[in-house]
């Protein structure tokens, strides 16, 4: 891609992303102006001493219960579509999904075991369910690795078979705890299909710098991304180290995911479908798919989530539902077209 082309597009999608977040603000049970969003905000500024010329219960519906709902799905969109692409890399194939090595369903697990069997423990005011539901996630694909260094092999077909056998045994686990549990299950099959509704500033905050630490390293790995694509033994020709760095990108994708999840539920499909979308508008380079895979699916669940808490309203649908309408159809076209279609 030409430099003014790369700034074009990522002006687009920065613009679109903004129109987004916005457009989600004005959307719900309250119709808000744009003009009363941006006053709003304005007090969010610190050292700023701003009183907005808008009502209280306007500002708390923007600044307390929208805002940090919109920006945990763009962050949530944002890890996933990443971790995505990543994994896509990794595996060389256009099939490959964020939850493909456990972690989704290690992490479900972890929120069964804290809400069916001990209850929603909360520690200096915060709620230890994304922790264990990180911890799940994490245990799971370091099984799912352990696994795969036991068989000595390192390619991508045992982890990816490992993986599923991980996955299915957590998936397991987890539906016989809700089916021995006596308690109302609606609240945890709600997050399990992913949903935003109890979304916190606190949340976010706690995202925020694992996201960033995160998507840093893997833009150092662009590059390397895209000479891991032809085979392993070019790639160590020119001195890249394969097994390692997958290693490497395997563990920086699942903390990804499993923060992701962990604050979430499972979403599915984002990992998939913003890849590709790209993939398919701007090409197969990593240097700019990377990042544009991340902005396109911050701007894809964040949309997802304002059609799941708008389109029945008063009643919400979980965002996984609605990625999953998204997601499924685009999935089948991807099986049909077949892999050459998407790598050239």
Do not use: C
């Not at 082309?5 to 992303?17: E, V």
């Not at 994490?138 to 690795?145: C, E, H, L, N």
């Not at 989530?305 to 499924?328: C, H, K, M, N, S």
Request: proline fraction near 4%; aromatic fraction near 10%; hydrophobic fraction near 55%.
């Amino acid at each position: 891609m030409q430099k003014l082309d790369i700034y074009r597009t990522y002006s687009l999608l920065i613009a679109t992303l903004l129109i987004t977040i916005v457009l989600s603000i004005s959307i719900g049970s309250v119709i808000i102006y744009p003009k009363d969003i941006f006053f709003s905000l304005l007090t969010l500024i610190p050292f700023f001493d701003y009183q907005a010329d808008i009502s209280e219960s306007l500002t708390v519906i923007i600044n307390q219960l929208r805002l940090p709902r919109i920006l945990l799905a763009g962050i949530v969109g944002f890890s996933i579509a990443l971790s995505g692409a990543t994994f896509q890399a990794i595996f060389k194939n256009p099939l490959a999904d964020p939850y493909l090595i456990g972690a989704a369903s290690g992490s479900a697990l972890g929120a069964t075991i804290v809400l069916m069997l001990i209850g929603p423990i909360i520690l200096m005011q915060i709620s230890i369910l994304p922790l264990a539901s990180f911890l799940g996630g994490v245990i799971a694909v370091g099984i799912t690795v352990m696994i795969s260094f036991s068989s000595r092999s390192m390619s991508s077909n045992t982890l990816i078979l490992s993986g599923i056998a991980v996955g299915a045994l957590a998936n397991a686990i987890t539906s016989l705890i809700i089916i021995s549990s006596d308690p109302d299950v609606r609240p945890l099959l709600s997050w399990l299909l992913g949903s935003f509704n109890t979304a916190n500033w606190d949340e976010v905050l706690i995202t925020i710098p694992y996201v960033l630490i995160s998507t840093i390293l893997l833009f150092r790995y662009r590059r390397i991304m895209n000479i891991i694509q032809s085979s392993d033994s070019e790639a160590q020709l020119v001195g890249v180290e394969v097994n390692k760095t997958k290693y490497i990108l395997i563990l920086i994708s699942t903390l990804l995911t499993a923060i992701a999840v962990s604050v979430s539920g499972i979403i599915g499909f984002i990992g998939l479908v913003a890849p590709h979308a790209v993939r398919l508008i701007w090409g197969y380079d990593y240097k700019y798919l990377i990042p544009f895979s991340a902005l396109l699916g911050s701007i894809i669940l964040i949309l997802a989530d304002t059609i799941g808490r708008t389109i029945l309203y008063p009643q919400e649908l979980p965002v996984g539902v609605i990625t999953a309408f998204i997601g499924a159809p685009f999935f089948i076209f991807l099986i049909i077209k077949g892999r050459s279609s998407f790598y050239g």
